[in-house]
Each structure stands twice: as structure tokens, then as C-alpha cells.
Nanobody, 121 residues
């Protein structure tokens, strides 16, 4: 059973940066596709970024391209989401997810508990 624990959320002013971390345990991290999602109050969950272990391919939601960067450290079993130029509309609970897929996927088997990101204007 894979366990995921996010950290790094908080309150930041518009234009600022945060780096989210997601530490994985209980599985072969280097062989998991890792993704980040977010959900704002009253809105549907958004799939914002992902990284494939097999070919290093990445996915980004259009609204975060150029501002967010997903990366992974297989030695630390951790995936990161560097978020720059944050906007109030980035405010949401951010979730980390993992899946033993060989390609980028929209469905994930394992989920973290989420971390709150609040961007003030």
C-alpha cells in the first residue's frame, strides 16, 4: 500500500512562490507516475501536473504552464511542485497522487490527504 504525504502549503501573496512536496512510502516510487491535482471550494478537481517515470514525460494544465514545475527525486521518494507567480485563482487544496502506470494517466490509485494553498491578492 502506497502512502503519500504532502507538505509545503500555506499562505502567500500574489506573485509569490511555494514548493509543495509529496513523500511516498510503501511502494516502488521510481516506477510510479506522479501527479498533482487541486480542488477549490465549489469547483471540480483539476489535474494540474504529472510526471512519468518511464520516459520523463510531463503534463501541465494550460493555466499553470510556465509557472509550475513538477520534479521528482527517486532517491528521496519525493515529488515536488514548484509554484511561481502565484495568483489568487491558484487557491485550493492540492493533492498528490501516484499510479503504477507506464504512461501518463488521468486516473490514479493512490492519493495524499492534501495541503492547503491560499494566495492573497
Amino acid at each position: 500500500q502506497v502512502q503519500l504525504v504532502e507538505s509545503g502549503g500555506g499562505l502567500v501573496q500574489a506573485g509569490g512562490s511555494l514548493r509543495l512536496s509529496c513523500a511516498a512510502s510503501g511502494g516502488t516510487f521510481r516506477r510510479y507516475v506522479m501527479g498533482w491535482f487541486r480542488q477549490a471550494p465549489g469547483k471540480e478537481r483539476e489535474y494540474i501536473a504529472a510526471n512519468s517515470w518511464s520516459d520523463g514525460s510531463t503534463y501541465y494544465l494550460d493555466s499553470v504552464k510556465g509557472r509550475f514545475t513538477i520534479s521528482r527525486d527517486n532517491g528521496k521518494n519525493t515529488v515536488y511542485l514548484q509554484m511561481n507567480s502565484l495568483k489568487p485563482e491558484d487557491t485550493a487544496v492540492y493533492y498528490c497522487a501516484a499510479d503504477p502506470s507506464t504512461v501518463l494517466t488521468y486516473t490514479y490509485a493512490y492519493w495524499g490527504q492534501g495541503t492547503q494553498v491560499t494566495v492573497s491578492s
